[in-house]
């Protein structure tokens, strides 16, 4: 199993990023995935998950209303839409694959596999 994430960048405070993340080596259809990050000098959080159709979503209150994630199962691809960002959204993003078709988890060792992961830094 890969997950390979890209988009990250640097970007001015206000704008917006858009990262994906593709999977391969699994059906991804049968699982669900998330978004954590981690900030220097601090522990990994979560951001965002997605449950296998899409039709369900969770977000942390820190990017609530800010940040939109979707996933495209053809494409095999988990996107995270990152709007109004703020300096304090300066982190690795990584992207993450749990087992299962429930309602999508929050909780970091629910999550089977890791990509490598995505910088992101917000200039203020």
């Known amino acids: 199993v890969q997950l390979q994430a890209y988009g990250g960048g640097l970007v001015q405070a206000g704008g917006s990023l858009r990262l994906s993340c593709a999977a391969s080596?699994?059906?991804?259809?049968?699982?669900?995935m998330g978004w954590f990050r981690q900030a220097p000098r601090k522990g990994r959080e979560f951001v965002s998950a997605i449950n296998w159709n899409g039709g369900s979503t969770i977000y942390a209150d820190a990017v609530k209303g800010r940040f939109i994630i979707s996933r495209d199962n053809a494409k095999k691809t988990v996107y995270l839409e990152m709007n109004s960002l703020k300096p304090e959204d300066t982190a690795v993003y990584y992207c993450a694959a749990d087992y299962g078709l429930g309602y999508p988890t929050h909780a970091l060792s629910e999550y089977d596999y890791w990509g490598q992961g995505t910088e992101v830094t917000v200039s203020s």
């Open positions: 080596g699994l059906t991804f259809s049968g699982w669900r």
